[in-house]
């Protein structure tokens, strides 16, 4: 995890900056004039994390989508680091080749072995190219599949961490057949027989999320967005132009408050104050708490039962008006 | 043409109407302004001679009426002119008769979602100029004596946009099928997920999903007909999963659309790109079928499904 003066800030967190600076000229000051300011700097650095709250309880839906884009934030192989063990990295869809934004493999989460799944993105400019920015190809769906037949195949639950402004859409991708690739993962992911949780760690957009997306449990970590449409591309879209993304982020109702809300996200994990690029550690406690206690949950469940409420839970989403019942229903 | 041809589709997924109509009416009097058929049965039958109609790829100029008996396929070039549930009905029924199920479930505004305008006014408007209901009809009816139930989206709805009212219907559609024992087909048409209804929208992937693997375990036959265009959360979804996946020549079939696509990879996309041709050399689809030869066809496969 970074530390200061390694830190980004995003332009709200500007005023946290400000005070990290201060705490750096007091030091110096300190250093200098050997007087004794650990009480002051204790002050500030409470003032860094009052800061901290103050601005993510104030975060309007736009500042929480870059928020979930935050160049500090953990990614899925730290969360994998810190929450299991004994990982063992599984590649390649046995078809076309090992897609680097898509990882996944075997782990133990407290000696029970899982699969673990999830978009990768890049940490630093070399690795966000290799990661593809998170942005799977149909081979790494293909290669989620796989991964996901073999966990059934040996009981072992599934668990992925989405992360992805998409799928690639790229020439090769619609040439391999992208939609394909996704539409086969929800389907086979609808009827696995083991339990399936899903956890949105960062960005969850539209079928490129929801194509390691479904199962019988879906959490979204406090400052994550998930929805049908990246709100840049819905502005573009809907408003024809680029400039609308902050009034599309609001419209579309895609923070985990809303979808919590709405019913179609299960739990909302709390983060660390200010969000989790602050404390990984912190961020990794909380989440691997909530994905023990749904496993333990859905465990209790017969494979059968489990795909019968998972199936039942997305049949009931969505919201439409009936009209009295005319002649043409006699059905 | 082309270009005008892609604009016209973004039009049609945002549900706008054409605003160039003054510039366009001076340029030729000849050009569709509006695409697919706006107009109700009952009114085209009484289409007057001399109400001409162009076809988008060989200009061969041709009336309404011709066109129809043509099943609105180009007789110089075999053109697929995008055509709506309605006509489709007409095509593949025995006797152009059909029963209209759950038609009454309609699309509410549960999240106030507004662009450009607020997305009720849109639903609204739709609503008083056309006698669609929503972007999807379920439809079941004789194809040479054989029943099936037949989805089918218009793309003028929104641009047969996937929303809660689809899912639900298509829901449905599988119910009846596993009750009666009923071949599923469903004919697409839509540019992907109703983004008015955000992850609502999105959600019917999973739910629609989840239905096929019932209509799969009660072993009845699903088939998937795509038509132009069809692209993102239909595509990513049932518009894929056919037991058999087929399309009428040269409809645009996709995840991403091809300017989306264009703007990534900075390059131009060859000729033929993401049409249906292009999809069945790749192994996506079974096979290509005129929509002359739709019914037979149709026929054809469940008789070979079921003996």
Known sequence: ?331 | MKKEREEDFENNLTGEEDNHQEENSKRSWFKRRKKGILTSTADKKETPEGLWNKCPNCNHITTTKELKEELFVCVKCNYHHRIGSEEYYEIIFDNSEYTELFDNIRSIDFLHFTDLKPYQKRLDEIHSKTDLKDSMRVAVGEINGEKMVVACMDFEFIGGSLGSVMGEKFSRAVDYCIEHKLPYLVISKSGGARMMESAFSLMQLAKTSGKLSQLSDAKLPYISMLTDPTFGGISASFGMLGDLNIAEPGALIGFAGPRVIKETIKKDLPEGFQRSEFLLEHGFLDFIVDRKQLKDKLHQLILLFRN
């Open chain 1, 1 to 331: 995890m970074p530390q200061y003066p390694n830190r980004q800030f995003l332009d709200f967190e500007q005023p946290i900056k400000t005070l990290y600076e201060e705490i750096e000229k007091l030091k110096q000051t300190a250093e200098k004039s050997k007087i004794d300011m650990s009480d002051s700097i204790q002050k500030l650095q409470d003032a860094i994390v009052e800061k901290r709250k103050e601005i993510t309880d104030n975060l309007t839906p736009w500042q929480r989508v870059q928020l979930s884009r935050h160049p500090d934030r953990p990614y899925t192989l730290k969360y994998i680091e810190k929450i299991f063990t004994n990982f063992v990295e599984l590649h390649g869809d046995r078809n076309v080749r090992d897609d680097k934004a898509m990882i996944g493999g075997f782990a133990q989460l407290n000696g029970e072995t899982v699969m673990v799944i999830g978009q990768q993105k890049g940490i630093n400019t070399k690795a966000r190219q290799l990661r593809n920015f998170g942005m799977a190809n149909p081979e790494g769906y293909r290669k989620a599949l796989r991964l996901m037949r073999l966990a059934e195949k040996f009981n072992k639950p599934v668990i992925t961490f989405v992360d992805t402004p998409g799928a690639y859409p790229g020439l090769e991708a619609e040439e391999r057949g992208q939609g394909e690739a996704i539409a086969r993962n929800i389907y086979e992911m609808v009827r696995l027989k083991v339990p399936v949780i899903i956890v949105v760690i960062g960005e969850g957009a539209s079928g490129g999320a929801l194509g390691i997306g479904v199962g019988d449990k879906t959490l979204m970590m406090e400052n994550t967005w998930y929805t049908v449409i990246s709100p840049e591309s819905c502005s573009s879209i809907l408003w024809r132009s680029w400039d609308k993304k902050e009034i599309a982020a609001e419209q579309l109702r895609l923070t985990a408050k809303d979808m919590h809300g709405f019913g179609l996200v299960d739990e909302i994990v709390p983060e660390p104050i200010g969000g989790a690029h602050w404390d990984y550690d912190e961020a990794s406690a909380i989440l691997k708490s909530c994905i023990e206690r749904n496993l333990t949950e859905l465990k209790e469940l017969d494979a059968q039962k489990r795909v019968e409420m998972r199936i039942d839970k997305y049949c009931k989403m969505g919201h439409w008006e009936e009209l009295m019942a005319d002649a043409s229903m006699a059905v």
